[in-house]
């Protein structure tokens, strides 16, 4: 399976800042997506990140919050803007392809804000 | 919508005893159906999956089994171990456009007793 970096690991950041996560894969692949892990809680697609398109989010998520770039089939980021104690979450990066092909994650950025 | 309930939400066994955990999905354009393990400080880790036309997958000490008709799925783990402890979750993909998406369960603990 593909192997997937995320940078950073963790990091504490200050309200009102912005902070990019990094997703680096080995291999290219199709399909990219971003969750967000709340504290003891279920993983929450927040957008699906697809090489030449434009990212799609899920109902909650917005562009202006979570801004995603793709430039290539191997790396991705994720914005997490303007940021308030509730952002303070896990941050993962996971990587798929079209037909039958799993789904594999990256170990996520821990995030907390102050 | 689409929703994947999970059961239970935390399980306790005997080292030897079997685990089983249960999922049901509401879409039924779900064709796909993977299971991950998650431990502290890591992300999720496909540990097994299974397609809608199957009924049954095995894999030395963990199988799944879909019931297309009622829309459940579970994972069995047989001859537990004190590493098998983490939290589990299942999970339904379903078609998007073009494009698919994984809905997840809400998890479930599992506590291996030495």
């Known amino acids: 399976s593909a192997v997937i970096s995320q940078k950073p690991s963790r990091d504490i950041c200050q309200r009102g800042t912005s902070l990019t996560i990094q997703c680096q894969v080995d291999s290219q692949v199709t399909m990219m997506f971003w969750y967000r892990q709340q504290p003891g809680q279920s993983l929450t697609l927040i957008a699906t990140a697809n090489q030449g398109s434009e990212a799609t989010y899920e109902s909650g998520f917005v562009i202006d919050k979570f801004p995603i770039s793709r430039p290539n089939l191997t790396f991705s980021t994720l914005t997490v803007s303007n940021m308030s104690p509730e952002d303070s979450s896990i941050y993962l990066c996971?990587?798929?392809?079209?037909?039958?092909?799993?789904?594999?994650f990256g170990d996520g950025t821990r995030l907390s804000i102050l | 919508g689409e929703n994947v309930e999970q059961h239970p939400s935390t399980l306790s066994v005997q080292e030897g005893d079997s685990a089983v955990i249960k999922c049901t999905y509401s879409d039924s354009a779900s064709n796909y159906f993977p299971w991950y393990k998650q431990e502290l400080g890591k992300g999720p880790q496909l540990i097994i999956d299974?397609?809608?036309?199957?009924g049954e997958k095995k894999d030395q000490r963990i199988a799944v089994t879909l019931n297309k008709t009622a829309k459940h799925f579970s994972l069995h783990i047989t001859e537990t171990q004190p590493e098998d402890s983490a939290v589990y979750f299942c999970?339904?993909?379903?078609?998007?456009?073009?494009?698919?998406?994984?809905?997840f369960g809400s998890g479930t603990r599992l506590l291996v007793r030495p």
């Open positions: 299974i397609r809608s036309n199957v």
């Open positions: 999970a339904a993909r379903v078609p998007v456009d073009s494009s698919y998406k994984l809905i």
């Open positions: 996971s990587v798929g392809s079209t037909g039958n092909q799993p789904q594999h």
